[in-house]
Structure formats: structure tokens, C-alpha cells
Nanobody, 123 residues
């Protein structure tokens, strides 16, 4: 069982920045895929970004490329999402997620999700 706990959400003006953090515990994460997903009001949860725990390669949905950066700290068992130049359409609940090997598609769904943290971007 993998446990994930997000933090760092909040209210920010359009054009601003936020950094989300995720503490991961419970299992060794070798060859896991780690990701961030988000769910806007009235919409389904969608993939945002992923990073492979061992290889370190990253993958982003098109709408956040150049603005968001996913990273990890293998020593602290943390995953981060740096979000710059935020737009109103980035508003939603952001979930940290983990998928054990061999894993499925990088865009999800993943096996484990945290409880989520709210991000609200105002005009």
C-alpha cells in the first residue's frame, strides 16, 4: 500500500505561481510512475504530469507544457509540481498519484491517489 499526502494548494491570481508537494510513504518506489492529476468542477479527473521514480523521465499534458515542472526527491520520498503562469483553467483539485510497475499508460489511471489539494486561480 502506498500513501500519498498533498500540500501547497491555495488561491492565486492568474499569472502567479504555486508549488505543490506530495509526501509518499508505505512502499519502496523503484520503477514506480509518479504523477499529478487534477479535477475541475463538473469535469472528470485528468492527467497533468508524470515522472518515473527510477529513470526520472517526465511527461506532460499539452496544456501545461512550458508552465509546469514535475520533480522528485528520492531521498525525502517527495514529488513536487511547480506551477508557473497559472491560468483560470488550471483551477481544480490536484491529486498526487502512484502506479507500481509494470504500470499502465503514463496518462493514467494510476493505482494510488492522495486526498487532493485545492488550487484556485482568480482573474
Amino acid at each position: 500500500q502506498v500513501h500519498l499526502a498533498e500540500s501547497g494548494g491555495g488561491l492565486v491570481q492568474a499569472g502567479g505561481s504555486l508549488r505543490l508537494s506530495c509526501v509518499v510513504s508505505g512502499r519502496t518506489l523503484d520503477y514506480y510512475a509518479m504523477g499529478w492529476f487534477r479535477q475541475a468542477p463538473g469535469k472528470e479527473r485528468e492527467f497533468v504530469a508524470s515522472v518515473r521514480w527510477t529513470a526520472g523521465d517526465t511527461y506532460y499534458t499539452d496544456s501545461v507544457k512550458g508552465r509546469f515542472t514535475i520533480s522528485k526527491d528520492n531521498v525525502k520520498n517527495m514529488v513536487y509540481l511547480q506551477m508557473n503562469n497559472l491560468k483560470r483553467e488550471d483551477t481544480g483539485v490536484y491529486y498526487c498519484a502512484a502506479d507500481p510497475p509494470p504500470g499502465g499508460p503514463r496518462t493514467g489511471p494510476y493505482q494510488y491517489y492522495g486526498q487532493g489539494t485545492q488550487v484556485t486561480v482568480s482573474p
